[in-house]
């Protein structure tokens, strides 16, 4: 099995878990899988990921990780732990065909129980495309190696980081040894996405919410109140603990426009996720501004395809105008010689009353756009983007 333990996961799926299973139990959507690099998936393929996606039907919370969430995880309830030592994966909820090298993904289900596939499918995803095309990826020694070298070097520019990369990360094995490493710097390492990572370094799970939250708010919401109504409902559940907002899932311009003055002074900042991460430091800058809030008391993570020369970029542009730290993923965890795939699993539709109504994603990045292109339209219409 290529992944061995529930908490091999990000912690903002189990995150929006709680908010789901709280405020939306009877929920139902799909997700899609979107292969954005159109890699060629090799024969047999479907077949070694539907074995690896019906051995988690397995897996379950442990008493250590269970004591573990409980101790780190202080925002989630010891209800929603009982919950969680409970769930199991059920295999139906995934469907996986091939033609060719093309491979679809189709996940369908209750919104609390789907929610939890997304990121081991995808880590599985990664792991297999490597082994069963034969790409061994660099020596253990010089991987770690590199990992040290970055980490120094973010260390030297003075500021912090975490691991995003279970994702699209090479291997579990890779991933084990860049925490490791990163785990020795701690002046600038603060933790990592991966819950089951955190506990074997005992650092710190990161996480608050992804795009799927405010995607999903908006077929229930309509797309004008979607931002106000996820971050209404995250306040809800969580009272002010994790306040890291994720601005891009309509594009940033959208989100500042409902991002007043009780939610910038609640949360304690926003997460860049796509478009020119200079540029949305400039708008953020401005818009805690017009707010008379003083941006230094605020914090921009950034997490976009970052690398040491793009960090440093920003860290050279930010120091003394705003508060920063960084996410960093598969530059991270898939920087071994190989190609890293470019790939998403995307929420698609949600059940409204009797029917299913596809909901999209705007991006500042266009070609991060989800969802057919006459649905886009519209909705960017709507928004008056």
């Known amino acids: 099995m290529i992944i061995n333990y529930i908490t091999d996961n990000d912690l903002y799926k189990f995150t929006m878990q709680y908010a789901v299973v709280s405020l939306f139990p009877l929920s139902k959507v799909r997700y899609k899988f979107i292969n954005r690099g159109a890699d060629n998936f090799p ?15 397995k897996l379950r919370l442990t008493d250590d990780e269970y004591k573990f969430m409980a101790q780190k995880c202080y925002y989630l309830p010891p209800s929603y732990l009982d919950f969680l030592a409970a769930y199991r ?8 065909s091939q033609q060719g090298g093309h491979l679809e993904i189709a996940i369908e289900g209750y919104w609390y129980k789907t929610i939890l596939w997304e990121v081991p499918l995808m880590a599985i995803i990664s792991e297999l495309y490597f082994k069963m095309t034969g790409q061994p990826g660099n020596p253990a020694d010089k991987n770690a190696a590199v990992t ?58 990161i996480g608050t919410h992804a795009h799927e939250w405010f995607m999903f708010h908006a077929a229930q919401f309509g797309y004008k109140y979607a931002n106000r109504a996820s971050l209404e409902n995250w306040v809800k559940i969580y009272r002010g603990d ?7 899932t309509f594009t940033t311009p959208v989100f500042f426009r409902d991002f007043d003055t009780l939610f910038a002074k609640l949360f304690d900042g926003v997460r860049h996720d796509s478009g020119d991460p200079l540029e949305f430091a400039d708008k953020t ?27 440093e970029k920003i860290t050279e542009y930010c120091k003394g105008k705003i508060g920063m730290s960084f996410g960093i993923g598969t530059n991270f965890t898939n920087d071994v010689g190989v190609k890293p795939l470019n790939m998403v699993i995307k929420l698609s539709h949600v059940l409204t009353g009797d029917r299913w109504t596809q909901v999209v994603k705007l991006s500042d990045t266009p070609g991060k756009h989800t969802g057919n292109d006459e649905i886009v339209g519209r909705i960017m219409a709507e928004l008056g983007i």
């Not at 520019?157 to 995003?164: M, R, S």
Request: zero cysteines; aromatic letters at 10%.
């Open 43 to 57: 024969d047999g393929f479907a077949a070694r990921l539907q074995d690896e996606v019906n051995a988690m039907s």
């Open 89 to 96: 994966f059920d295999p139906n909820e995934v469907q996986i």
């Open 148 to 205: 040290a070298k970055k980490a120094e070097l973010y260390q030297k520019f003075g500021i912090k980081v975490a691991d995003f990369g279970t994702r699209r990360r090479f291997s579990l094995d890779n991933h084990d040894r860049v925490v490791g490493v990163l785990n020795d710097y701690h002046n600038t390492f603060v933790g990592t996405s991966n819950v089951y990572l955190a506990m074997k370094y005992d650092t710190v799970p």
């Open 242 to 248: 994790l306040g890291i907002a994720l601005s891009d």
């Open 285 to 311: 800058i401005d818009h805690y501004k017009r707010l008379r809030i003083n941006p230094l008391s605020k914090t921009i993570v950034f997490s976009d395809a970052l690398n040491p020369q793009m960090v």
